[in-house]
């Protein structure tokens, strides 16, 4: 069983930056592929990006594209989305989570392991 922590959430004002952690225990991370989604207020949850096990690439939602960067620190157990150029529109509660799955895993559906979320609010 995996569990995920995220931090570093808070507010920031537009064009600004903001870099999430998700300390993952319970598994070995390098075992996961590893996802960053978000719920705006109002909004379905929605995919931001993941991350690969072995190869680490990265596929992002062309909202992020350009903007958003994930990493991962398999010695330390830890996902980071490093977010750039932030909008009111990124405004959102910011999930991490696990599967092991391969292939294009873009719904949420396709992960197992979730954490609690932390909030960004993007001010104009």
């Known amino acids: 069983q995996v569990q995920l922590v995220e931090s570093g959430g808070g507010l920031v004002q537009a064009g600004g930056s903001l870099k999430l952690s998700c300390v993952a225990s319970g598994g070995t991370l390098r075992s996961y592929r590893m996802g960053w989604f978000r719920q705006g207020p109002g909004k379905e949850r929605e995919f931001v990006g993941y991350i690969t096990q072995v190869s680490g690439s990265t596929y992002y939602a062309d909202s992020v594209k350009g903007r958003f960067t994930i990493s991962r620190d398999n010695a330390k157990s830890t996902l980071y989305l490093q977010m750039n150029s932030l909008k009111p529109e990124d405004t959102a509660v910011y999930y991490c989570?696990?599967?092991?799955?391969?292939?294009?895993?873009?719904?949420?559906?396709?992960?197992?392991?979730w954490g609690q979320g932390t909030q960004v609010t993007v001010s104009s």
């Open positions: 989570a696990a599967t092991a799955r391969s292939g294009l895993t873009t719904q949420d559906y396709h992960y197992n392991y």
